[in-house]
């Protein structure tokens, strides 16, 4: 269950459009109101909203209540009614006229709800943040009446969509799709704008800081969170930022280091170096005779530092272990 509430200044205009589907129109409920034609009751209506000469232009307050055609079977008229009143007295509409007419012309089952602002005694019935009221109170009544609960905006049959709605819709479906592909809001502001929508920031007083997001499509304009409650500004930022982390992490590929060990090991074994000396020797009638002669010099055998690759370390305990020894 969900509502839609507009405001106005015609009571004549709302009462011809929810008496015009002739057969489909079916007249529930009439308070305060004398029923007769569309001009009557409109007249009725208007002269109490002339007690309260300040309120002109939102004097008539249209609601829809709006069930899911699964419920169908279940929402009798009487079922119908009962919600509406309960709805109308959590929201304030109390003591004034009202008109409530169920349609018969969708596949879903819903009614509207003329109601004069003005009430009987001439006092302003308040609309303040009537919208966010009233779908905390159709999502009440919904659980109260057992009713079913829609899985959300994925199952909204956008092409009965019009008006403010459609738009909010299509916003909803644009930021969905380019949302999961964007890094940062430079790259969301130019993916949506392939989508005729438009962003605008909004700061705090005197700053740069930025306290909310507004989003504009054909010259209608809707807060993030009222697209829906995920696109505020905070949280769009974390997903942007989310993202971002991602995409950083997919881009960098795990690589081995091969690093590089010193250790000390014996150096090979150096090819002698052949020096002259002369050397006495004896013959063997014992004479001393002088000889030439090449020897190896004398090679240091200290070992040498040798930098080793850590596989190359590996690959040689392995092939010391396969072999039967022992470091």
């Known amino acids: 269950m969900f509502h839609k509430i507009t405001k106005g200044k015609s009571f004549a205009g709302v009462l011809k459009y929810v008496f015009s589907k002739g057969e489909n129109s079916e007249l529930l409920e009439i308070n305060g109101v004398m029923y007769g034609s569309i001009h009557s009751m409109a007249t009725c209506m208007d002269i109490q909203a002339s007690m309260n000469p300040n309120l002109k232009e939102n004097k008539v307050c249209h609601v829809s209540l709006n069930f899911s055609a699964v419920n169908k079977d279940i929402l009798t008229n009487e079922m119908m009614l009962r919600i509406a009143h309960e709805y109308m007295q959590r929201m304030g509409f109390k003591d004034t006229q009202y008109v409530i007419v169920r349609h018969h012309d969708r596949d879903h089952p819903h009614l509207h709800i003329i109601i004069n602002r003005v009430n009987n005694e001439g006092k302003t019935i308040s609309d303040k943040n009537d919208r966010d009221r009233g ?14 609960i829609a899985a959300g905006k994925d199952h909204v049959k956008r092409d009965r969509l019009r008006g403010g709605d459609k738009t909010k819709y299509e916003i909803y479906d644009a930021v969905c799709t380019v949302l999961p592909k964007c890094k940062n809001w430079e790259e969301i502001l130019k993916a949506l704008l392939h989508y005729g929508v438009e962003i605008e920031f909004k700061y705090r007083s005197g700053t740069l800081d930025v306290q909310g997001v507004k989003f504009i499509k054909d010259g209608i304009a809707f807060s993030g969170s009222k697209v829906d409650r995920s696109f505020s500004y905070s949280k769009l930022s974390r997903k942007l930022e989310a993202n971002l982390a991602a995409a950083v992490k997919k881009e960098a590929k795990p690589t081995k280091v091969n690093r590089v060990v010193k250790r000390s090991k014996p ?27 090449y020897v190896p010099d004398t090679v240091s055998e200290s070992a040498e530092d040798d930098y080793t690759t850590e596989d190359e370390l590996i690959e040689e305990k392995k092939w010391t272990w396969g072999h039967g020894f022992k470091r």
């Open 267 to 293: 150096a090979s074994a150096p090819k002698p170096k052949l020096v002259h000396k002369v050397v006495q020797i004896t013959d063997s009638l014992g004479h001393i005779l002088n000889q030439d002669v």
């Open 135 to 148: 779908q905390k109170i159709c999502l009440y009544l919904t659980k109260k009446y057992g009713l079913h």
